[in-house]
């Protein structure tokens, strides 16, 4: 089992950045940790994946060459650096986990099995 809690959310003008962070209860380097965002309305969306076996980064074309995924194993945390953003970046952004070999499409957010409360995070034109 798996507890995924985020931090970092906030309101930022369009230009701006913000860093999120998810915490993880157990030890994440057995798994694939991502982010998803979800606007009023919308559904739930991939944003960013990382495997920890292999260190590869997966990202939505949405926001490539703004945001950047990284983690920390010591800290069993792992981070989502948004830089430049945009005012449609503004949704609820959820961390989520699932077991590194896990079958499924990791850009769904159906292949995952954890998720945190999620944090809200406002970009103002």
């Known amino acids: 089992q798996v507890q995924l809690v985020e931090s970092g959310g906030g309101l930022v003008q369009a230009g701006g950045s913000l860093r999120l962070s998810c915490a993880a209860s157990g030890r994440i380097s057995s798994y694939t940790m991502g982010w998803f965002r979800q606007a009023p309305g919308k559904e739930r969306d991939f944003v960013a994946a990382?495997?920890?076996?292999?260190?590869?980064?997966n990202y939505a074309d949405a926001v490539k060459g703004r945001f950047t995924i990284s983690g920390e194993n010591a800290k069993n945390t792992v981070y989502l650096q948004m830089n430049s953003l945009k005012p449609e970046d503004t949704a609820v952004y959820y961390c989520a986990a699932r077991w590194q070999y896990s079958s499924g499409n990791l850009y769904r957010a159906d292949a995952y099995d954890y998720w945190g409360q999620g944090t809200q995070v406002t970009v103002s034109s």
């Open positions: 990382i495997m920890w076996n292999s260190g590869r980064t």
